[in-house]
């Protein structure tokens, strides 16, 4: 639980500072926003059964790379390079 509650505080930090590099507009930084906390909620209905159909582990595994794609698209074009 403690790196869910550490991802969800960098997550939250670095998105509107990657936001404000990559210079995008104040409504698609409020649409990313409500659709991370649409992501939230629906965790709540989601997470429960898949936590107890395959423990915390493999759900932890699963869920991962949802959150580095999250990053990787707010990150700058060259940060790769």
Not at 13 to 36: D, E, F, H, Q, R
Request: positive net charge.
């Amino acid at each position: 639980m403690f790196f869910f509650m550490m991802s969800n505080g960098v997550g939250m930090t670095v998105m509107p500072v990657l936001a404000v590099i990559n210079k995008m507009p104040n409504s698609l930084l409020g649409t990313i926003g409500s659709i991370y906390f649409a992501g939230i909620f629906l965790g709540y209905f989601i997470g429960p059964p898949l936590v107890r159909k395959s423990g915390y582990r493999i759900s932890g595994l699963l869920l991962l790379p949802l959150m580095c794609v999250g990053l990787i698209v707010l990150l700058p074009e060259n940060s790769f390079l």
